[in-house]
């Protein structure tokens, strides 16, 4: 698959290509792992994963916050011991990023949310299994050595998140994110236009599907998928894959309120974190919610349309915060830089779902583990780069936003 034009080419040369092989070891950036499943997977898929809601104008804004900040490195500074290693909850992550909860990866392949668990684990970052995947929770706890964390939706009667906590405690999940701003289901526009109905595939879909055998096998093997984990909770006549996330979805109170918070807060004793805000009128209610920490984020830019970028309310939401609470951030996490960015003005860790996802669709496991390894050793690099050997060192002092001014020490 071709790059995009760079200032190191002139009319598009020298050719450059991203590498979509399975030798996994020779994709150099989550870039390379993106293009792998570009090529693997059918358009609805893709639908499905890239896609954000109404103009995509969130979506967009994720990546181009990013862009706007610039680095002040340091030079003639010792920056022969780097390391990412940071504390998550009181216990060491081998770097500052947690594996975001994602709904359906069974449309990814078979027992994806076993994969992404085993990927997260085997790198030592813990990763949040969302209430619509699609592999038993209790399945999940199963891998070696993962710190398995449950992420939790609204829906139907209070007994359902009830149980959920029941067993997500049973399970030995370490925490519990509650997500705040999917209420209301985002207008995915280009998603839709895969269906001719919520459950039926436009002819052109089926056909364009059917010219991936490999993913064929790799997720209908065994029929299609169930959200293992909520599907007793559904009529049996809407137990159908695209019928049951709609029936679902329609479940969802439109009332959720800082009343139910206090309700979890009351069942759970684990840290539990309120995931979605971008509001800091929000951020400073949640600071006296009882819950341990604040997770900014747009739903990938699923949610609603020409939102602000959790980058862009960072440095405020810090600074309302302070050191009281854990303060994460999820969105537009591609590269190692962006970690760093994020961590310069003002969080703790970051969420990363894409980057993964593109991970677990070009070699499962295998993948998810090498997209982030490809995170750390950007952020080792870019690290010895800013003339810095570990992640305490970052502040906003060693940033610029372009057209602006230092931001000043003290």
Avoid at 100 to 109: D, I, K
Avoid at 303 to 320: G, T, V, Y
Avoid at 362 to 385: I, P, T, W, Y
């Amino acid at each position: 698959m071709p790059a995009k034009h760079s200032t190191a080419q002139m009319d598009g040369s020298p050719r450059r290509s991203y590498y979509t092989g399975r030798n996994l070891q020779r994709a150099k950036a989550v870039a390379d792992l993106r293009a792998r499943t570009h090529k693997l997977m059918p358009r609805f898929v893709l639908e499905y994963l890239e896609g954000g809601s109404g103009e995509e104008a969130t979506l967009y804004r994720e990546r181009e916050a990013f862009a706007e900040w610039r680095f002040l490195p340091h030079t003639l500074v010792d920056e022969s011991d780097r390391s990412t290693k940071c504390d998550i909850l009181g216990r060491e992550a081998a770097l500052p990023v947690i594996v975001a909860p994602t709904g359906l990866n069974g449309l990814f392949m078979r027992h994806a949310d076993t994969a992404l668990a085993e990927g997260a684990a085997r790198a030592g970052v813990p990763f949040v299994q969302s209430t619509m995947s699609n592999d038993p929770m209790e399945r999940v706890a199963e891998v070696e050595g993962l710190r398995h964390w449950w992420q939790l939706y609204i829906f139907g009667g209070d007994e359902i998140w009830q149980e959920l906590l029941r067993r997500a405690d049973a399970a030995g999940c370490e925490a519990l994110v509650l997500t705040t701003n999917s209420q209301i289901f985002g207008d995915r526009e280009w998603d839709a236009r895969t269906r001719t109905n919520q459950s039926r595939p436009t002819i052109p879909t089926m056909l364009d599907a059917a010219r991936h055998p490999r993913w064929a096998a790799s997720t209908l093997s065994h029929g299609m998928p169930e959200f293992a984990n909520v599907i007793d909770f559904v009529p049996k006549q809407h137990r159908g894959f695209f019928d049951s996330a709609f029936w679902i979805r329609q479940q969802m109170p439109k009332t959720l309120s800082w009343d139910d918070v206090a309700k979890i807060r009351a069942r759970w004793d684990k840290p539990f974190f309120v995931k979605g805000l971008l509001n800091l009128e929000d951020v400073a209610r949640a600071m006296d919610s009882g819950v341990d920490g604040i997770i900014l984020g747009s739903h990938g830019g699923r949610q609603m349309d020409w939102a602000a970028s959790a980058l862009d309310i960072l440095p405020r939401a810090r600074e309302i915060v302070g050191d009281e609470k854990a303060l994460y951030m999820s969105g537009g996490i591609r590269h190692g830089t962006d970690i760093l960015k994020a961590l310069a003005l003002g969080a703790d860790a970051v969420l990363t779902g894409r980057a993964t996802l593109y991970g677990l669709c070009a070699g499962g496991a295998d993948g998810v583990e090498r997209a982030l390894e490809l995170l750390q050793s950007q952020m080792m690099n870019e690290l010895g780069q800013l003339g810095m050997s570990s992640l305490d060192a970052l502040s906003p002092s060693v940033m610029t936003r372009m057209q602006g001014i230092p931001v000043p020490t003290g």
